[in-house]
């Protein structure tokens, strides 16, 4: 019951986190762009997989540099650290005082120990909480980059299959330069005029692109 209850937690967290930096992300984007969010409003199952997409590799960066560093610690660093301490009797009193200096012959009461663990988590929960704020930043951050570039593909009127759509429009057609899709609508610029249309997934697009021959 309780690796049950532990999962359960861990799988609410994980998404949460992965709600989080997704909406943070749409948001930033969305801002940047000029789009109406309630138009563009995404479903549970978009929003997940987009925080999944976005977090793989920061997540992958950390966890490989916090590795390494844990590597180069354990392997490295501390056995000549023991090593040298063995060997040398100065160095083994300097270790003594040093830890003397920072920790004390004093033995803390029980109040003061309680205290001092009160804070220890206090502390930890301040940490984990800064840190969430500052990857919030992150990925808005990123969502308004990822904005820009794509404006900015569109002022200079480049086209590419990525990013050009021809959407039905009344009798015929209209070329946009594509900018999402939320859980119904999808939105789009048109060149030259800069303005922006929302359609329905439901009516169809296509992508298109141009060789250059």
């Keep these: 019951m309780t690796k049950f209850i532990d999962s359960a937690i861990l799988l609410t967290v994980c998404s949460a ?5 997704s909406t943070a992300h ?14 563009m409003e995404r479903s549970f199952h978009q929003v997940i997989y987009s925080g ?17 560093l844990l590597y180069c610690y354990s392997h490295m660093l501390l056995p000549e650290y023991v090593n040298l301490v063995r060997r040398s009797y100065k160095v083994k009193r ?19 120990k ?11 929960i301040f940490v984990v909480a800064t840190s969430f704020l500052i990857s919030l930043v992150y990925f808005e ?3 308004q980059s990822h904005a820009k570039e794509t404006l900015e593909f569109h002022q200079k009127g480049e086209t590419s299959s990525k990013n050009t759509i021809l959407v039905p429009y009344k009798k015929g057609s ?8 939320g859980s119904k609508n999808c939105a789009g610029i048109e060149p030259k005029t800069n303005r922006i249309f929302y359609f329905s997934q439901s009516t169809g697009f296509s992508f298109v692109h141009a060789m250059k021959i």
């Design 17 to 21: 986190l992965l709600f989080s930096w």
């Design 26 to 39: 749409y948001h930033g984007f969305l801002v940047t762009a000029q789009l109406d969010s309630d138009l």
């Design 52 to 68: 999944l997409v976005l977090a793989i590799f920061p997540l992958f960066i950390i966890s490989f540099s916090v590795s390494a």
């Design 94 to 112: 300097k270790v003594v005082k040093l830890r003397k200096f920072w920790v004390g012959k004093r033995v803390a009461p029980d109040i003061e």
């Design 114 to 124: 309680r205290e001092k663990k009160r804070f220890n988590h206090f502390f930890i």
């Design 141 to 143: 951050n990123k969502g």
């Design 174 to 181: 209209k070329t946009l330069h594509y900018l999402g899709c």
